[in-house]
């Protein structure tokens, strides 16, 4: 069956890096967009940063923008999320997901992707 495992988070200070990971098993993912969504404590899940099939085109919500990146590598089934210069508001549960329709073209939707993980929680405080 389907599994998006996500990885990477913690506890990290204002200004630190975080990098998670998340593997995808189950489903063909070098032809699937891939997402990164989050959700902080009594809020809605936000969209986070998308990446097309081969990584051509990436999107960024505006609160990340300019600190964090998203990559992925298809030899791995894994997509990356890079997240620089972590501030408290950043704090959240952070889940990837998978798009198996639109040909592979990246997706700012939630209702785009169909397949999510649980998530991995990251903590930004001093």
């Known amino acids: 069956h389907v599994q998006l495992v996500e990885s990477g988070g913690g506890l990290v200070q204002p200004g630190g890096s975080l990098r998670l990971s998340c593997e995808v098993s189950?489903?063909?993912?070098?032809?699937?967009?891939m997402g990164w969504f989050r959700q902080a404590p009594g809020k809605e899940r936000e969209f986070v940063a998308t990446?097309?099939?081969?990584?051509?085109?990436?999107s960024y919500g505006d609160p990340v923008k300019g600190r964090f990146t998203i990559s992925r590598d298809n030899t791995k089934n894994t997509v990356y999320l890079q997240m620089n210069n972590l501030k408290p508001e950043d704090t959240g549960v952070y889940f990837c997901?998978?798009?198996?329709?639109?040909?592979?073209?990246?997706?700012?939707?939630?209702?785009?992707?169909?397949?999510w993980g649980q998530g991995t929680q990251v903590t930004v405080s001093s």
């Open positions: 997901a998978a798009r198996r329709r639109g040909l592979g073209e990246e997706s700012i939707r939630e209702v785009d992707y169909e397949d």
């Open positions: 990446i097309n099939w081969g990584a051509y085109f990436a």
């Open positions: 189950g489903r063909p993912f070098s032809n699937s967009a």
